[in-house]
């Protein structure tokens, strides 16, 4: 009786194995993971009346869900702006560290946030002959918020091209996004996002 109690059981014993082996083969992955770095960056286009803004924005992230990406980012940019009436200019380089988040409500939609701590060094060139130009350097904060859309995303993976729009909502006066005349310009961004460390075989699905 005993016996045939055990050869009862067995099959029993083999399906449990082979469900915690599965559970154990699925079980989501918790803890820093080196395949959910990124980096890559952007170039930066900027247009209005009398302005023109080129930069270009390195960064290094991270996946923190499938939806989720965040990271840190250095920025540059170059500005050059004309005013209509009088025809003086200026020339200002920009350079200085920040962070940012991309939030996918679905894989190729993103709406984005961007914080900056801008260092600039302004030039300013009067329209009058003879006259010296006039050099000067300050600091700025920026807070940029827009959407985008991300090609060839896939869950699992955070390789990816990406456009986007932002604008600056920070406030700030000497702000690099904000024209002559105060009014915020808006910030267009294309770039890509390169995968660290991911098996191009086989994705990791979180």
């Known amino acids: 009786m005993k016996k045939v109690i055990v050869l009862l ?4 014993c083999f399906h449990a194995n082979a469900q915690e082996s599965e559970g154990a083969q ?3 992955k918790t803890g820093f993971q080196k395949q959910k770095l990124f980096t ?8 209005s009346s009398g302005s023109t803004m080129l930069g270009i924005t390195p960064q290094l992230g991270y996946s923190l869900t499938n939806w989720l990406d965040a990271g840190i980012t250095f920025n540059l940019n170059y500005l050059s702006q004309k005013d209509y009436y009088s025809g003086d ?5 920009t350079y200085g560290p920040g962070a940012f988040v ?3 409500p679905v894989n ?6 961007q914080y900056e701590y801008n260092s600039m060094h302004l030039k300013y060139i009067p329209n009058v002959a003879g006259s010296p130009s006039q050099i000067n350097t300050q600091n700025a904060n920026s807070f940029l918020v827009g959407a985008g859309y991300a090609g060839g995303r896939m869950r699992g993976g955070n390789t990816y091209y990406y456009l986007s729009i932002m604008w600056d909502i920070s406030g700030d006066p000497n702000s690099p996004y904000h024209d002559q005349y105060g009014r915020t310009s808006p910030v267009i961004r294309a770039g890509y ?4 460390f991911q098996n191009r075989n086989k994705r990791d699905y979180r």
């Not at 059981?9 to 029993?12: D, E, K, T």
């Open 9 to 12: 059981l067995l099959p029993l």
């Open 26 to 28: 699925f079980k989501p």
């Open 40 to 47: 890559g960056g952007s170039a930066n286009i900027g247009f």
């Open 89 to 93: 200019k200026l020339r200002q380089t």
């Open 102 to 104: 991309r939030l996918f």
């Open 108 to 113: 190729f939609l993103f709406a984005s946030a």
């Open 193 to 196: 996002n390169i995968g660290l």
